[in-house]
T-cell receptor
Framework: DADVTQTPRNRITKTGKRIMLECSQT?????MYWYRQDPGLGLQLIYY???????NKGEISDGYSVSRQAQAKFSLSLESAIPNQTALYFC???????????FGQGTRLTVV | AQSVTQLGSHVSVSEGALVLLRCNYS??????LFWYVQYPNQGLQLLLK??????LVKGINGFEAEFKKSETSFHLTKPSAHMSDAAEYFC?????????????FGSGTQLTVLP
């Protein structure tokens, strides 16, 4: 089983719909991140959380919200999806500042 | 705020040639630096990292990178490219404390290896 699991892997949704992307991890890490990847823009940080009570906005948080339900779970929500939120979304976990981050396989989201 | 700049969104090399992918960073605190690789339709995996100590770090698949504080650089190299190295490469920086504690990525460099 993967250490970092994202569900769903692919999703097509309509403009205006609410959608939740889920991430769960078995690494026991406190730090969790949500990124979106667009061609030519690399990975842009949406939100990050350093423990259940520590949630922070990243560089592109507008239009998104998150919930850290437990140490192992970090969900990303699009309250009202719009087409320019079509992207590949990655969840990542990290143990401490100087250790590697572990990534999920990604969720490909298309908003039509 | 911290940032990462990767020079060259696309790099092409011939098989067997030197690979050089450039990364410059800015950080207000001593940085931790990482290189990740992404193969098509996959997530990211760690190639190598610099935290403290030796400034030349070796990673998987024959890659290495050198941390140069005076140049704020962390360029990735490989002496001889292989076809299997074709992928997208991301440099990332993380500060040890304060506002720089999130993991920030560059925009990526797509490496093409020509036969």
């Amino acid at each position: 089983d993967a250490d970092v699991t994202q569900t769903p892997r692919n999703r097509i949704t309509k403009t205006g719909k609410r959608i939740m992307l889920e991430c769960s991890q078995t690494k026991g890490h406190d730090r969790m991140y949500w990124y979106r990847q667009d061609p030519g823009l690399g990975l842009q940080l949406i939100y990050y959380s350093f423990d259940v009570k520590d949630i922070n906005k990243g560089e592109i948080s507008d239009g998104y919200s998150v919930s850290r339900q437990a140490q192992a779970k970090f969900s990303l929500s699009l309250e009202s999806a719009i087409p320019n939120q079509t992207a590949l979304y990655f969840c990542a976990t990290q143990g401490t500042a100087n250790t590697e981050a572990f990534f999920g396989q990604g969720t490909r989201l298309t908003v039509v | 705020a911290q940032s990462v700049t990767q020079l060259g969104s696309h790099v092409s090399v011939s098989e067997g040639a030197l690979v050089l992918l450039r990364c410059n960073y800015s950080s207000s605190v001593p940085p931790y630096l990482f290189w990740y690789v992404q193969y098509p339709n996959q997530g990211l995996q760690l190639l190598l990292k610099y935290t403290t100590g030796a400034t030349l770090v070796k990673g998987i698949n024959g890659f290495e990178a050198e941390f140069k504080k005076s140049e704020t650089s962390f360029h990735l190299t490989k002496p001889s490219a292989h076809m299997s190295d074709a992928a997208e490469y991301f440099c990332a920086v993380r500060g040890a404390s304060g506002s720089a504690r999130q993991l920030t990525f560059g925009s990526g460099t797509q490496l093409t290896v020509l036969p």
